[in-house]
């Protein structure tokens, strides 16, 4: 094993921490309600019905996700992290929501330009741990 594998195995090892301890978060329910609240009405549904329902999918996605960074086989490890960064991509509305009522959300309402280049920083190191 070279250094660079070796660097994309420890990599992977934290990113799947990451996502793996995030996906359990969504499972406590003050996180939770926080998290239902940040979902931008239109697609939380009619009466934000679907919100809660899409913070348990999230929180799933990012469990099974992180799970499958710490897979044997390439394939599944790829796969996983593309499908890490297409839920970043999905939850985006959800931070941006919260970025524009920072009285609301408190230091979840981390601002817009720097969520932005967290998460594309966050998109970026997942391509590297999988390629």
């Keep these: 094993m070279d250094a660079f594998a070796i660097a994309q195995l420890v990599l992977r090892i934290i990113l799947a921490a990451v996502f793996i301890g995030m996906g359990a978060a969504h499972f406590v329910p003050r996180v939770k309600r926080t998290m239902a ?15 809660p329902n899409l913070v348990v999918v999230s929180g ?7 799970l499958g960074l710490l ?5 599944v490890r ?13 939850v985006f ?7 524009r009522q920072p009285e609301r959300f408190g230091p979840v ?6 969520r932005a280049i967290g998460q594309v920083a966050l998109g970026a190191l997942l391509l590297v741990s999988v390629i």
């Design 37 to 51: 609240a940040m979902i931008p009405a239109p697609l939380a549904g009619p009466e934000r019905r679907w919100a």
């Design 60 to 66: 799933i996605a990012e469990i099974l996700g992180g």
């Design 78 to 90: 790829f796969a996983a992290g593309l499908a890490l960064i297409a839920l970043l991509i999905a």
């Design 71 to 75: 897979a044997p086989w390439w394939g």
């Design 109 to 114: 309402a981390v601002p817009l330009v720097p």
């Design 93 to 99: 509305p959800a931070n941006a929501q919260a970025a």
